[in-house]
Nanobody, 124 residues
């Protein structure tokens, strides 16, 4: 069974940058869709970005042009580069994988394995 562990969260001022990592262990996730989601207090979890087995990426409108999702298959790791951060980006960020599935979707119900999350706090 795949294990996902996120890191790289923290506190930053508006306009700053952070890079999140999601390291997968026990099994390679390189052929599969992986995504980033976030959940702010009192709000539902929302899709942020995803990357499919071929490297094609998709982004929520709220982060398009500011966030970049990449993957390093040799390191079995997913990344989320977040630039021009805004206070509304404050949330718990989690990575997830659609195990055995190449294509991506923005629905969190389609992702089968999740990390524990890493907190991102953006102050104004």
């Amino acid at each position: 069974q795949v294990q996902l562990v996120e890191s790289g969260g923290g506190s930053v001022q508006a306009g700053g940058s952070l890079r999140l990592s999601c390291a997968a262990s026990r099994t390679s996730v390189s052929p599969y869709c992986m995504g980033w989601f976030r959940q702010a207090p009192g709000k539902e979890r929302e899709w942020v970005a995803s990357i499919d087995g071929g490297g094609s990426t998709s982004y929520a409108d709220s982060v398009k042009g500011r966030f970049t999702v990449t993957r390093d298959d040799a390191k079995n790791t997913l990344y989320l580069q977040m630039n021009s951060l805004k206070p509304e980006d404050t949330a718990m960020y989690s990575c997830a994988v659609r195990f055995l599935i190449w294509t991506c979707t923005s629905s969190d119900r389609a992702y089968t394995i999740w990390g524990q999350g890493t907190q991102v706090t953006v102050s104004s």
